[in-house]
C-alpha cells in the first residue's frame, strides 16, 4: 500500500485502504485548527547570523552526476501575504547557491508564486522567507497540498493532527516556523533576482 507510511504519520491503521485513507486525510484538512505561537521552541537552540552562516557546513548533497549544485527536496518553504495573516507553506526544490544564497524553484501555479508576482515583485519589495527542515512530518504533507489562497496549510496541519501546532517567531521577520524544526534557513526573495 503507497499511503502504509503517511497513515502511520497521521495516526491511522497502516491497512487502512487507499479510499478510506483518502476520505479521512480530507476529512480532517477540512477541519483546520490554527497554530499557536510560543516563546521558544528547538529550532532557536544555535542561533547563527551574517558571517558565521555557511550552508556548506551542512550535509546538502548532489543527488545525481552533472547536478548543478547541492540540492535539499525536503524543506517547507514559509512566506506570508503581506497583506493578510495568511501564511503559505509550499514544498519545492531548493539549491545551495553559495555560502548564504539558496535557490528556491517554486511551481508556476503555486501559491508562491501568486504572493510573490502580485505582491511583493509588483511593490518591489523583499519578501521574507524560511526554509524548514525537520520537525513534524505532518507538516511536509500538507505542504504538497493544493490548498486554495488564503488557507494555511498549518491550519490544515492542525487538522490532521487534531490539535495546533506551536509555532515560534523567526529572528529575522514576522514569518512563524514550527517550534520543532530541526533548522530554519532565514532570508528574502529579492525583485528581480534569480539564480
Same mark, same amino acid.
Given at each position: 500500500?503507497?499511503?502504509?507510511?503517511?497513515?502511520?504519520m497521521?495516526g491511522?491503521?497502516?491497512?487502512i485502504d487507499?479510499?478510506s485513507?483518502?476520505?479521512?486525510?480530507a476529512k480532517?484538512m477540512s477541519?483546520?485548527?490554527?497554530?499557536?505561537e &510560543?516563546?521558544m521552541g528547538?529550532?532557536?537552540?544555535?542561533?547563527l #547570523? @551574517?558571517?558565521?552562516?555557511?550552508l556548506?557546513?551542512?550535509?546538502?548533497?548532489?543527488?545525481?552526476?552533472g547536478?548543478? @549544485?547541492?540540492?535539499?527536496f525536503?524543506?517547507?518553504?514559509?512566506?506570508?501575504d503581506?497583506?493578510s495573516?495568511w501564511?503559505?507553506?509550499?514544498?519545492y526544490c531548493?539549491?545551495?547557491?553559495?555560502?548564504r544564497?539558496? /535557490?528556491?524553484?517554486?511551481?508556476?501555479?503555486?501559491?508562491f508564486?501568486?504572493?510573490?508576482?502580485s505582491?511583493?515583485d509588483?511593490?518591489?519589495?523583499?519578501?521574507?522567507?524560511?526554509?524548514?527542515i525537520?520537525?513534524d512530518?505532518?507538516?511536509?504533507? &500538507?505542504?504538497?497540498?493544493?490548498l486554495?489562497?488564503?488557507?494555511s #496549510?498549518y491550519d490544515? /496541519? @492542525?487538522g490532521?493532527? @487534531?490539535?495546533?501546532?506551536?509555532l &515560534?517567531?523567526?529572528?529575522?521577520?514576522?514569518?512563524l516556523?514550527?517550534?520543532n524544526? #530541526?533548522?530554519?534557513? #532565514?532570508?528574502?526573495v529579492r525583485?528581480?533576482?534569480?539564480?
Open positions: 500500500k503507497p499511503h502504509r507510511r503517511q497513515a502511520i497521521v491511522l491503521d497502516p491497512e487507499t479510499v485513507y483518502t476520505q479521512e486525510l480532517r477541519s483546520p485548527i490554527r497554530p499557536v &510560543v516563546a528547538q529550532c532557536k537552540e544555535i542561533i #547570523e @551574517g558571517k558565521d552562516v555557511n556548506f557546513n551542512f550535509p546538502f548533497t548532489y543527488h545525481a552526476i547536478d548543478g @549544485g547541492r540540492y535539499c525536503q524543506q517547507q518553504t514559509i512566506i506570508k503581506p497583506d495573516d501564511m503559505n507553506v509550499g514544498h531548493m539549491e545551495i547557491f553559495s555560502k544564497r539558496a /535557490a528556491i524553484t517554486p511551481y508556476a501555479q503555486s501559491n508564486r501568486l504572493i510573490y508576482h505582491k511583493y509588483a511593490r518591489n519589495q523583499a519578501m521574507p522567507i524560511a526554509l524548514v525537520g520537525g512530518p505532518v507538516c511536509y504533507l &500538507v505542504a504538497t497540498a493544493p486554495p489562497p488564503g488557507v #496549510e490544515a /496541519a @492542525g490532521v493532527r @487534531g490539535a495546533p501546532l506551536e &515560534v517567531k523567526c529572528e529575522t521577520s514576522d514569518l516556523v514550527p517550534a524544526a #530541526e533548522m530554519v534557513i #532565514e532570508g528574502e525583485p528581480y533576482e534569480t539564480l
